[in-house]
């Protein structure tokens, strides 16, 4: 089984998908995580130094290479990554479950105000200019994270009852 979460930067996935493969028992893939691991470098330098053309190729390279593999998995991807070429088609096409976080633009400004630094989209992004950014930005993005096959309301929800709401949909 392959279970696919996708969603805004800070929407949760990492999180999420750790807390839910942990409970299923089955492996849990970090697609940043996983791209950092491959590259030995943290996306951020991946940014700084390579570019974001050249992640975004990677992320789709890793993202075919991880659906590919034949065993159990919770996969969290990036916040861009259902939004270029033919990612969303190739996670509704492997994943038996593909899972939108939504959070709301107040909810994510929330979160990802304090949490900046690892995030080079937003890094250089001051706190006056993110609301302008993050609803534009999620305008842009939300109908593709809108094709996922469930769409979970994860505001006002802590991360262990978004696992619980998960399971429910399983
Ligand atoms: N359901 C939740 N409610 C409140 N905060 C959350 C929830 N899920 C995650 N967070 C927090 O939001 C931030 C971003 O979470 P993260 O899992 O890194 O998101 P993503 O991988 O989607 O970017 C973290 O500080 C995390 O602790
Ligand atoms: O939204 C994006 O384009 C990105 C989101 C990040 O992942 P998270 O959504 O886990 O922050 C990471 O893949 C990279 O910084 C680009
Ligand atoms: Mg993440």
Known sequence: MKIVLVGYMASGKSTVGRL???????????????????????????FSEKGEIFFRKLEHQMLNEVLGKEESLVISTGGGTPCYGTNMATILDQADHSIYLDVSIPNLLERISNEKEHRPLVKNISNEELPEFIGKHLFERRPYYR????????????????????????
Do not use: P
Request: aromatic letters at 4%.
């Open 147 to 170: 094709q996922a096959k469930h769409i979970l309301d994860c505001n006002g929800t802590d991360a262990e009852t978004v696992v619980e709401k998960i399971k429910e949909l399983l």
């Open 20 to 46: 839910l493969a942990r409970q299923l028992g089955i492996r849990f893939i970090d697609l940043d995580d996983y791209i950092e691991e491959h590259q030995k470098k943290s996306i951020k330098t991946i």
